[in-house]
C-alpha cells in the first residue's frame, strides 16, 4: 500500500510542493535520430562528431570556413535535413514555413513528439494552463535572411524570425494558455528553461510544462566568432576535464521534456523517466574576466540546489557536468564540485 505521505500536497497558492516527474522526452541530435537511437550512441561510445555537411554553410550564407583555418573549425556535430519540415501537418503556409526559422520548426516537431511519447493527445492540452519553457542563444536564421536584403522580408518574417516565437509557436499550435517564453542564458539556456518549468509548477502558474533546448549552427561566421574567441578545439576533439583540454566543439540539436508533479504523475499511472528535486541559478557576478567562471558562486548554487532537492551532497553517486574542455572553466568546475560534494568526488 503506498504511503500517501511521502508524495507533494497542492499549497495555499495552488501549486505543488516537492519533486517534478519527467513524463515524456523527444530529441534530436548529431548521429540520433530520437532518445533510443541516442542511448545507442552513448552506450557504444560511438563519436558523432563530423566535417560540415556539404553545402551548408556555402548554400546558407555564402561564407565557409575561412581557408587554413584549423580542423576543428571545419568539425561539429550536425543535424540531418534541418531544411525539411511537414508544414501541413501543422497547419502551416508552404509560404510561413520558409519564412520560419529551422529551430522554430524543429521545437515543433519535438514537442508534438515528446506528447506522444507520454501518452498525451496533443489536442486534449487545448485551453489547458501547459506552459512551454525553450532555451537557446542563436539567431543565425535572421542573420541569414538580412543577408539578402529587403526583398527577402515577408509578411511572415517578423514572427518567423523572433527567438521568443519558438516557445509561442508550440503555445498557439496546441492553444496552450500557461506561460510561454524563450530563454537566453548563453549556454545554460535549456537548464534555466528546465528550471523555470519546475518552478511554475510548483508556483501553480501552469499544470504541465513543456521545456525545451534548441540549437542549430546555420552559419559559418557562428564559428569563426567561437574561434576567434579562443574557445574552439583547433584539432577538433573536445577533452573535457583532461589535461589536454584546449577548447570544445561545436554541436546542435533539440530536445524536449514533458513535465508534471510528480504525486500526478504517479496518480496518472505515467511512465517516468526520472524526477527533478531541486534546482537553483546564479550568476557569477564579478570574476577575472566576463567569461570566467566563479568558484564561490558555482559552490553556493550546487549547495542551494541539493539543500532545495533535500538531497545530502554526501550520497551523490553520479554527476553530469557542463564541461567545456577549455583550461579555464574545467578546473573551476571541478574545484567547486570537490569543495562541495568531498574531496574524494
Known amino acids: 500500500m503506498t504511503n500517501q505521505s511521502h508524495f507533494p500536497r497542492a499549497t495555499e497558492r495552488g501549486g505543488h510542493e516537492g519533486p517534478i516527474a519527467v513524463v515524456g ?5 548529431p548521429g540520433a535520430a530520437g532518445p533510443a537511437a541516442f542511448w545507442e550512441l552513448l552506450s557504444t561510445g560511438s563519436d558523432a562528431i563530423t566535417g560540415v555537411p556539404e553545402g551548408r554553410w556555402r548554400a546558407a550564407s555564402g561564407a565557409e570556413a575561412p581557408e587554413g583555418t584549423e580542423p576543428g573549425m571545419r568539425r561539429g556535430g550536425f543535424l540531418d535535413s534541418v531544411d525539411t519540415f511537414d508544414a501541413a501537418f501543422f497547419g502551416i503556409s508552404p509560404r510561413e514555413a520558409v519564412a520560419m526559422g529551422p529551430q522554430q520548426r524543429l521545437v515543433l516537431e519535438l514537442a508534438w513528439e515528446a506528447l506522444e511519447d507520454a501518452a498525451v493527445r496533443p489536442a486534449a492540452l487545448r485551453g489547458s494552463r501547459t506552459a512551454v519553457f525553450v532555451g537557446t542563444l542563436r539567431d543565425d536564421y535572421a542573420a541569414l535572411l538580412y543577408q539578402y536584403g529587403d ?9 518567423g524570425i523572433n527567438r521568443g516565437v519558438i516557445a509561442n509557436r508550440v503555445s498557439y499550435h496546441l492553444g496552450l494558455h500557461g506561460p510561454s517564453m524563450t530563454v537566453d542564458s548563453a549556454q545554460s539556456s535549456s537548464l534555466v528553461a528546465v528550471h523555470l518549468a519546475c518552478e511554475s509548477l ?6 504541465t510544462a513543456i521545456a525545451a533546448g534548441v540549437n542549430l549552427s546555420i ?7 567561437e574561434e576567434r574567441f579562443g574557445g574552439l578545439s583547433p584539432d577538433g576533439t573536445t577533452y573535457a576535464f583532461d589535461a589536454r583540454a584546449n577548447g570544445f566543439v561545436r554541436g546542435e540539436g533539440g530536445a524536449v ?7 500526478r504523475a504517479v496518480a496518472d499511472g505515467d511512465r ?9 541559478v546564479n550568476n557569477d557576478g564579478v570574476t577575472s574576466g566576463l567569461t570566467v567562471p566563479g568558484q564561490s558562486s558555482q559552490e553556493r548554487v550546487l549547495r542551494e540546489a541539493y539543500a532545495k532537492a533535500g538531497v545530502d551532497p554526501a550520497a551523490v553517486q553520479y554527476v553530469e557536468l557542463h564541461g567545456t574542455g577549455t583550461p579555464v572553466g574545467d578546473p573551476v568546475e571541478a574545484a567547486a564540485l570537490g569543495a562541495v560534494l568531498g574531496a574524494g568526488s
Not at 510548483?202 to 499544470?207: L, M, N, P, Q
Not at 517516468?272 to 537553483?280: E, K, L, P, Q, T
Open 219 to 225: 552559419l559559418a561566421e557562428g564559428a569563426v566568432t
Open 151 to 159: 526583398r527577402a522580408i515577408t509578411q511572415h518574417s517578423m514572427a
Open 272 to 280: 517516468i523517466y526520472g524526477v527533478v528535486r531541486g534546482s537553483a
Open 202 to 207: 510548483r508556483a501553480g502558474e501552469c499544470d
Open 25 to 29: 522526452v523527444s530529441c534530436r541530435l
Open 257 to 263: 521534456v514533458v513535465l508534471k508533479p510528480l504525486a
